[in-house]
């Protein structure tokens, strides 16, 4: 799976971006397969903030993005999407998407790194005014 992100860019305190991340093909059409929405920050690890299990859109949030963050899928042009509202300063960070075919995915959306075996190449949000 080769993914491709865009839609970073710098927006001010309290606007919106949509990053949306094109997948080339998938491994699995089960309930095995799934993307997901990481960041890195300057100087920090990598979090998660938002994943979505393919076949049926199961969706998890991190506590910091709930109500102001929604991940979405196009099925037919392979593309997740994750929709920003409400941006903070806290929010500026490189935003990886990422596809995992991990079995944990049949029973819940993974929020660790270590489960996510494809990456993309990041696109930078910045949050200033």
């Known amino acids: 799976v080769q993914l491709q992100a865009s839609g970073g860019g710098l927006v001010q305190p309290g606007g919106s971006l949509r990053l949306s991340c094109a997948a080339s093909?998938?491994?699995?059409?089960?309930?095995?397969?799934?993307m997901g929405w990481f960041r890195q920050a300057p100087g920090k690890e990598r979090e998660f903030v938002a994943g979505?299990?393919?076949?049926?859109?199961?969706?998890h949030y991190s506590d910091f993005v709930k109500g102001r963050f929604t991940i979405s899928k196009d099925s037919a042009k392979n593309t997740v999407y994750l929709q920003m509202n409400s941006l903070n300063a806290e929010d500026t960070a490189v935003h990886y998407c990422?596809?995992?075919?991990?079995?944990?995915?049949?029973?819940?959306?993974?929020?660790?790194?270590?489960?996510?075996?494809?990456w993309g190449q990041g696109t930078l949000v910045t949050v200033s005014s």
């Open positions: 990422a596809a995992s075919s991990s079995a944990l995915f049949v029973k819940m959306v993974p929020g660790s790194v270590k489960y996510y075996r494809y």
């Open positions: 979505m299990r393919w076949k049926d859109g199961l969706s």
């Open positions: 093909r998938y491994t699995s059409s089960g309930y095995n397969f799934g």
